[in-house]
């Protein structure tokens, strides 16, 4: 069964390579079969795909690396396996251990024959456990009496060099002393590293589906909000670059609508304020003129690029050229009209002082102070009413 196990790996290995890559959905699919099936041909074609496909991200690639080794482990092959360990050590030196999470002691156990020594402790065979040369028997001389060469004369054996025992090589672990063992952990590991492809590729699937969705969204705000969910989301993921630059071309294009549209407000404000301005200036009264002088002012001040400028420039100086024209026809009106009330004043003065002379000289003739009022009579007065008693007495005509 273990060989049968181990040509079909081969075989899933070697047709593997003129494969295209595998999808997330078919690679998901594999790893749920080999889930429940270990010997699923189809399913580890997928994974055999994936671990030889460059383009593959490295956390997927180098656990189909491991899924691909650990069945060689499992099937005793540990050759096979310790090459395939080697190549992915080379590929991926950092995240490698880690992701292949068994060591020799998940293998490999100390030989129970020798110990974990490698060798084992025997009686020499050439003297059969004696000490002494075969040879000569232990005489150091031979039947003639010469000194024995087998041994130069010591008697002892060669071999074992008179220790009697010798050490050759453990043929249960053929001198490594270590034999293959496999432990509990290998199993686990593999059904470990298959969840754990399995859970990229889900998280594949759901990544390539949210962004699509998010960057179909019509609305350029609620499109960057849901780019920036998924972004959220799967924050530790290093093919996140094409969202992200989405992501800053849309906060560019938002921020230029932005700018654009408060330049165009801004635009509408500075027409509103110049129509207002000249809308004013119409039918403006004499006495508003400084007011619409300091709105020209501000308004100035506040675009001082405008494009109404040149216009408010002349307006403005119209204004002021009508405002100190009516100024200085109020002030002439206002001098002139002060030196009639000063005339007038004058007059009035004059004539209360000419008054005042005439009647102090009056009351100041000679003897006019023994004079009594009634004794004083008033010869225009008896004029009067002498015409007015002749008036009376032609109409009733009497005539003198």
């Not at 080794?69 to 099937?75: C, D, K, S, V």
């Not at 500075?270 to 119409?282: H, L, P, S, V």
Request: glycine share 6%; aromatic share 6%.
């Amino acid at each position: 069964m273990n060989i049968r196990l181990f040509l079909c790996g081969v075989s899933v290995w070697v047709g593997c390579w003129a494969q295209s890559a595998p999808t997330d959905t078919e690679i998901k699919d594999a790893c749920t079969t080999l889930l429940r099936s270990a010997k699923d041909t189809k399913a580890l074609s997928v994974i055999q795909s994936v671990a030889v496909e460059d383009t593959m991200p490295s956390a997927m690639r180098s656990r189909a690396m491991v899924l691909c080794a650990l069945p060689f482990l499992q099937q005793m092959n540990t050759n096979q396996f310790g090459r395939m360990v080697q190549t992915l050590l080379s590929a991926y030196p950092e995240e490698g251990p880690a992701v292949l999470g068994v060591t020799e002691s998940d293998w490999l156990a100390a030989c129970s024959s020798c110990n974990g020594v490698g060798t084992k402790v025997g009686a020499c065979p050439p003297c059969s456990g004696s000490g002494v040369c075969p040879t000569c028997k232990g005489t150091k001389k031979t039947p003639a009496g010469a000194t024995c060469q087998a041994c130069k004369g010591t008697g002892k054996c060669t071999r074992c060099e008179g220790t009697k025992e010798i050490r050759t090589m453990c043929l249960e672990c053929r001198g490594s002393g270590k034999i293959v063992v496999l432990s509990p952990n290998i199993a686990r590991q593999y059904e470990k590293v298959l969840t754990e492809l399995r859970t990229l590729a889900t998280e594949n699937i759901q990544f390539a589906e949210q962004s699509k969705k998010a960057l179909a969204v019509w609305n350029p705000p609620e499109r960057l909000a849901a780019v920036n969910e998924v972004i959220a989301a799967f924050p530790n993921r290093q093919d996140l670059d094409p969202l992200i630059k989405a992501r800053d071309k849309m906060l560019a294009d938002i921020a230029e609508k932005t700018a654009k549209d408060q330049a165009q407000e801004e635009r509408n404000r500075m027409k509103k304020a110049r129509d207002a301005i000249f809308a004013a200036a119409e039918s403006l009264p004499f006495s508003s003129i400084p007011v619409l002088l300091r709105q020209i002012d501000a308004f100035s001040e506040q675009y001082p690029t405008s494009e109404y400028r040149i216009e408010l420039d002349v307006l403005r100086s119209t204004q002021q050229s009508r405002h100190t024209f009516y100024t200085n026809l109020w002030r002439i009106f206002y001098i002139l009209g002060g030196l009639v009330a000063v005339l007038f004043v004058v007059q009035v003065i004059r004539e209360f002082i000419i008054r005042r002379t005439k009647k102090e000289s009056l009351l100041k003739l000679p003897g006019m102070e023994n004079i009594k009022d009634e004794d004083l009579t008033d010869p225009f007065g008896d004029a009067r009413k002498a015409a007015a008693k002749r008036e009376a007495d032609d109409e009733l005509g009497i005539y003198p």
